[in-house]
Each structure stands twice: as structure tokens, then as C-alpha cells.
């Protein structure tokens, strides 16, 4: 049974962990990052917890897969732009390969999630899958024919800014009108706090008895994606609105992958996926509305099973199927 070591780097903590080749954890590890701009430092702590991880089993590690944050250049290690640690244009691999004397295998963060739900989690034995985080944002990693789909300059997946007609909302990109400024966690609340202003102009006594006002305490700021699921649940009107628009929209932007890649299942995680059936079932119907007739309708929607440890397992898949002697990463990943 080989053994290797998928790391997770977050841009507040980074997580570790030893894994066998079935993706059972041996041991697991974590350390802080929250670093701006500091490489050398992050460097020593990939390094340290590395170390750790090794010590902490009698197996031989043979190989370390590392999830990045942010656009990364998997072939040469170099992080391209990553945001949550200030970092661009960054050699990762040359500095952590010293200090570590393993072979090296490294990815983008969403694409190491995704190889961890196709290999060990809600995805397993299936070779066309699409895994679609949603969180703060919303992402897409795809698995083809049993590979990792990464576009010609590494920039595939970015469902969440494609342009939703008729919607206005200015995205964090830059763009206006991205899915992602409904299909978020970020969305829910925009639109929520939205729905909660206007009942509060027009009928601002009954506003006040409305679950998602109670829930914020007076404070709108304080809403969260969260609260307003726990509001659907309680009846809250303005909530439920607010989910009907959310889930309609995420099945919307579902049927599209649906209907150009035809996989066979489409795997929702991330922290709004919390939700399950509250989310999945309305995203379901809402993508067979959408989805073109022809066989689509076959494509299995389902929540993602690894919540987030996929990053830290799919980090080791990386691992485990690339070459140890060349560093060359084999083209199907997916068995
Ligand atoms: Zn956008």
C-alpha cells in the first residue's frame, strides 16, 4: 500500500494529512497561514507541517500533492496570482522541493477538491463529473473522460462569471450581472438584505416580525447565507423568495454544464451545500427546466460527501498518480 501526503493551503490555515491509496487518513495536521506577501514564511510552514505529518506515521511517504489558492501553473509550480496570501508570479515548487528532498506534485485548490470528491468522495467510479463548490463564490472543477480539465492557460471553471440576462448586480470582478452575485453565499445575503429593505420601506410593522429581522438582532450586516436557509425553514416570506431566485438561477447555471458537457453526475458542495436537500432538490427541478431533452435529464445531481477535507484528499490523489521518477503527472487521474 503506498502512503503520501496531501496538503490543503488555505489563506487562513493550511491542512495536511497522510493518506493511503483508498484515501484512508493516517494522520492529519494544520498550521496558520494568513500571510501576505511572505513566501519564504509560508515556505517553512508547508515544510514544517510536511515533517510532522512524516513523523507521525511508521509508512513511508512517498510523494506530497499541494492545493494552491488562486490560478497556479500546475506544470512549473509557480503560483500565477493568489489573492488570500498577496502572492504573484511566485515560484512554490524550487524552494519547497529543497526543503522537502519529495517529489513534488501541485494544482490549483478547486481542481485538487474536485479530484478528491471523483476519487474518494461523492463522485467515486464515475469518470465524467462536474464538482461545483459554492461558497463565498462559486466555482466549477470538471473531470473528462477521466481527466482534469484545465483550459489552455489553467483559467477553466469560472461558472460563477458567466453573465446571468436581466441581472445588474455589480460582481467582484469587475463584471456586471455574474452568477455569482446570486449563487453565493455572498448573493444569498445581498438579495435577502435587498428583499428585507424593501418590506421594511413598504411594510415596516410586519417587517419587524419577520424571522430574518430577528435573526440579525437589528443588524443586517450580521446576516448570513446560513440564516437565511434557517429562515426558509421558519416561513419566512422574504427568504423564501430570496432561495426560490438563488436556486433557480444555480439550476440555470447547472443545465449549461449540463448541456455542453453531458456528465454523469454533477456534484454540489462548498459551504452553502450545508443546506442539502433544501438546496439540491429546487436546484434539481430548476436544472430539468433548463437542461435540453435529449438524455440530460439523466445526469444525477448530488451533494458533495467529503465537506472540506476533498482539498486535503484530492491534494493526495495528485500524488499518488503522478509519476514519482519523472514528476510528470499521468494524463487520467481518474480511474
Ligand atoms: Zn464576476
Do not use: Y
Not at 45 to 54: G, N, P, S, T, V
Not at 144 to 170: C, D, K, M, W, Y
Not at 175 to 198: F, P
Not at 231 to 245: F, N, S, Y
Amino acid at each position: 500500500m503506498r502512503h503520501v501526503i496531501g496538503l490543503d493551503v488555505g489563506g487562513t490555515t493550511m491542512k495536511g494529512a497522510v493518506l493511503d491509496e483508498t484515501g484512508r487518513i493516517l494522520a492529519r495536521g494544520s498550521r496558520e497561514t494568513r500571510l501576505h506577501n511572505n513566501l519564504p514564511l509560508l515556505i517553512e510552514r508547508m515544510a514544517d507541517l510536511i515533517e510532522e505529518l512524516q513523523k507521525s506515521v511508521h509508512e513511508t511517504v512517498e510523494a506530497v500533492g499541494v492545493g494552491f489558492p488562486g490560478p497556479f501553473d500546475a506544470a512549473n509550480g509557480i503560483s500565477i496570482h493568489s489573492p488570500n496570501l498577496s502572492l504573484r508570479q511566485v515560484d512554490v515548487r524550487t524552494p519547497l522541493a529543497a526543503a522537502v528532498r519529495l517529489p513534488l506534485a501541485f494544482e490549483n485548490d478547486l481542481r485538487t477538491a474536485t479530484l478528491g470528491e471523483a476519487v474518494f468522495g461523492a463522485g467515486k467510479g464515475v469518470s465524467h463529473m462536474t464538482f461545483i463548490p459554492i461558497g463565498t463564490g462559486i466555482g466549477m472543477g470538471n473531470i473528462i473522460e477521466g481527466q482534469l480539465l484545465r483550459g489552455a492557460f489553467g483559467l477553466s471553471g469560472e461558472l460563477g462569471h458567466i453573465t446571468v440576462p436581466g441581472n445588474t448586480a455589480v460582481c467582484n470582478c469587475g463584471k456586471i450581472g455574474c452568477v455569482e452575485t446570486v449563487a453565493s453565499a455572498a448573493g444569498i445575503v445581498r438579495l435577502a438584505k435587498e428583499g428585507l429593505q424593501r418590506a421594511m420601506e413598504e411594510i415596516p410593522e410586519e417587517a419587524q416580525m419577520l424571522p430574518l429581522v430577528q435573526m440579525a438582532g437589528g443588524d443586517l450586516e450580521r446576516l448570513t447565507a446560513q440564516d437565511v436557509a434557517v429562515a426558509v425553514l421558519k416561513g419566512d416570506p422574504i427568504a423564501a423568495e430570496t432561495w426560490k431566485e438563488v436556486c433557480e438561477i444555480t439550476g440555470w447555471a447547472v443545465s449549461l454544464i449540463v448541456n455542453l458537457f453531458n456528465p454523469q453526475m454533477v456534484v454540489i458542495g462548498g459551504g452553502v451545500s450545508e443546506a442539502g436537500d433544501l438546496l439540491i432538490d429546487p436546484v434539481r427541478r430548476s436544472v430539468k427546466r433548463h437542461v435540453m431533452k435529449a438524455g440530460h435529464e439523466n445526469t444525477r445531481i448530488v451533494r458533495a460527501s467529503l465537506g472540506p477535507d476533498a482539498g486535503m484528499l484530492g491534494a493526495g490523489v495528485l500524488a499518488l498518480r503522478t509519476d514519482i521518477w519523472s514528476g510528470e503527472s499521468v494524463t487520467r487521474l481518474v480511474e
